[in-house]
């Protein structure tokens, strides 16, 4: 299901073609929604994807950078509810 909703939104966004690895964006999701607050997950998931966007690199190289900064942010336990 998430594969088939996900390849009709790239289409839909003019993306199709491009890889995206599920796992790891509901990984990163799950790890804010514990860490922080569950509303967190998509907000942080949308500002992932926009330095992923903006970065011009390679983008699963961006992805993981900007993934992993969010999730060290999300360890410090300083936005914890």
Known sequence: ????????LLAEL???GTEVDID???GLAG??????VRP?????AFLVGLAVGRAGADAPE??????HRARALA??????A
């Open 24 to 26: 790891a964006v509901l």
């Open 40 to 44: 967190a997950a998509p907000l942080t």
């Open 14 to 16: 003019d993306l199709a």
């Open 31 to 36: 790890v804010v929604a514990r860490g922080v």
């Open 62 to 67: 961006a992805f993981e950078r900007a993934a």
């Open 75 to 80: 360890a410090t336990g300083d936005f914890a």
């Open 1 to 8: 299901m998430l594969r088939s909703w996900t390849d009709a």
